[in-house]
């Protein structure tokens, strides 16, 4: 599902870009991505402890997409993000947070 995000962040960048939003772009693309590539890390764990670190991360990096998606969104002279793109991100960071919950209960 995070590969889904990043790869629908990218077409939204692409929109961002298109409207010379540069900085934005960069802002959203790189927390989006970021969900992805702590959520793989977080797959080669060295520990439970380090898994639920990693997803933490995770996590810490879908509120900042949500930041810079609701600045998008809120913002009158910049593209509103694709209900695709919102949905998927809210389904990401729910994941997250049950995978966290359940990784420490489980401890």
Known sequence: ?????SLQVMEFVEELEKQRRFILAQQVLRS????G???REAQHAESR?????????????????DYW???????????SPPPQVL???????????????TSKANG
């Open 49 to 65: 402890a380090d898994f639920i670190h990693k997803c933490k991360i995770a996590a810490k990096e879908a509120e900042e997409t």
């Open 32 to 35: 989006a991505t970021s969900i």
């Open 87 to 101: 949905d998927t991100q809210q389904q990401v960071r729910h994941l997250l947070a049950r995978i966290i919950l």
């Open 1 to 5: 599902m995070t590969l889904e995000l």
């Open 69 to 79: 998606l609701l600045l998008c969104e809120k913002a009158p002279n910049y593209p």
């Open 37 to 39: 590539a702590s959520v």
